[in-house]
């Protein structure tokens, strides 16, 4: 688990996977929203990869939860271990209730610096051109712009 001031970043386990998929929480607090879309897509993608590769821990996908009443609020994840230059690549997203206050902020650059502990030299995100919180967020933990075209805006990081 990752903790920070007002977050718990917990690894996501096959039954929570499976919990989500079938929309039944199961005695975990969920916020109102969650899960949302992209976190289903992560949690069918979780469970294809897990049984041919195993746990992708610490480089795997966690649930966002808020610290007090464990509330899961949305999610974050890594694509997979550093690539061969030393850089991860990740995503995230909060419920609508959660935004804005600076949780996604703290919940990358958690994620991120458990990233480095565990070897990675760098990060990369994207975000559409539009999405103008989320480019605020990538640039408040560290990220900078490095390509942006009509589709999506390329984020980076060195650690």
Do not use: C
Request: aromatic share 8%.
């Amino acid at each position: 688990m990752i903790r920070t001031d007002r977050l718990w970043l917990v690894p996501y386990t096959p039954a929570h996977a499976r919990r989500l998929l079938e929309g039944d929480p199961h005695g975990d607090v969920w916020a109102a929203g969650y899960p949302t879309d992209d976190e289903l897509d992560v949690a069918r993608m979780y469970l294809s990869l897990i049984g041919p590769h195993g746990d992708p821990a610490p480089f795997g996908p966690y649930v966002i939860r808020l610290d007090g009443d464990d509330r899961a609020v949305g999610g974050f994840g890594f694509f997979g271990p550093p690539d061969h230059d030393g850089f991860v690549e990740f995503g995230y997203g909060l419920v609508e209730a959660a935004r804005g206050s600076g949780l996604a902020t703290e919940a990358v650059v958690a994620a991120l610096s458990t990233a480095a502990a565990h070897g990675a030299l760098g990060a990369r995100a994207d975000t559409t051109p539009g999405n103008l919180a989320s480019q605020r967020v990538l640039e408040k933990a560290g990220l900078v712009e490095v390509r942006r075209d009509a589709a999506s805006v390329a984020y980076e990081t060195r650690r």
